[in-house]
Antibody, heavy 119, light 111 residues
Framework: QVQLVQSGAEVKKPGSSVKVSCKTSGGTFSNYAINWVRQAPGQGLEWMGGIIPIFGAAKYAQKLQGTVTITADESTSTVYMELNSLRPEDTAVYYC????????????WGQGTLVTVSS | QSALTQPPSASGSPGQSVTISCTGTSSDVGDYDYVSWFQQHPGKAPKLIIYDVSKRPSGVPDRFSGSKSGNTASLTVSGLQAEDEADYYCNSYAGINTPCVFGTGTKVTVL
């Protein structure tokens, strides 16, 4: 049974950065896509970007280009999402979600990580 | 890439059916048969209930069905049950540069 376990909740100041991790266990890591999806309070789901570790290069939502970086560490089966220049509107629950490839729907989701941006 | 358009809300009585639409463009929903649907209960992670327009993952009741016509996909929940009350999101592949776009979400209420 594949599981995605995310790092814990974070509280950050505006202008700072946050790095959230997503560790895969119980399944293949390198040739599956790990997507990052966020959900602001009371709002819908927003795809941020993703990576297939074996291919290396990440893809990003156009809106977030330049502010988000997604990386993968194959030695620990962990994907990281770093968001820079945080603003209060970045307050959200951040999910990682695993899919068989770019065209496939995510079937396994992490538990979510709440990031709060507040002065 | 803009979000796919869904109605904000839908409702039905137990045992009835409800259909939710998901309207995209010829660059996403209209161009690919890679539409999926997710169910999300409050405080929980989304759960995949339909993929590739009309396929159901193992364990998802056949009360949930999906279809597509042109740039619009639809999710039908038949025989509504209390536990179907949740938020529903569509999702589509939108090309190699934007592989994933979500709908705006629909809150389904079981009356």
């Amino acid at each position: 049974q594949v599981q995605l376990v995310q790092s814990g909740a974070e509280v950050k100041k505006p202008g700072s950065s946050v790095k959230v991790s997503c560790k895969t266990s119980g399944g293949t890591f390198s040739n599956y896509a790990i997507n990052w999806v966020r959900q602001a309070p009371g709002q819908g789901l927003e795809w941020m970007g993703g990576i297939i570790p074996i291919f290396g290069a990440a893809k990003y939502a156009q809106k977030l280009q330049g502010t988000v970086t997604i990386t993968a560490d194959e030695s620990t089966s962990t994907v990281y999402m770093e968001l820079n220049s945080l603003r209060p509107e970045d307050t959200a629950v951040y999910y990682c979600a695993r899919a068989a490839g770019w065209v496939s729907a995510p079937t396994t989701w992490g538990q979510g990580t709440l990031v709060t941006v507040s002065s | 890439q803009s979000a796919l358009t869904q109605p904000p809300s839908a409702s039905g009585s137990p045992g009835q059916s409800v259909t939710i639409s998901c309207t995209g463009t010829s660059s996403d929903v209209g161009d690919y048969d890679y539409v999926s649907w997710f169910q999300q209960h409050p405080g929980k992670a989304p759960k995949l209930i339909i993929y590739d327009v009309s396929k159901r993952p193992s364990g998802v009741p056949d009360r949930f069905s999906g279809s597509k016509s042109g740039n619009t996909a639809s999710l039908t929940v038949s025989g509504l049950q209390a536990e179907d009350e949740a938020d529903y999101y569509c999702n589509s592949y939108a090309g190699i540069n934007t592989p994933c776009v979500f709908g705006t979400g629909t809150k389904v209420t079981v009356l």
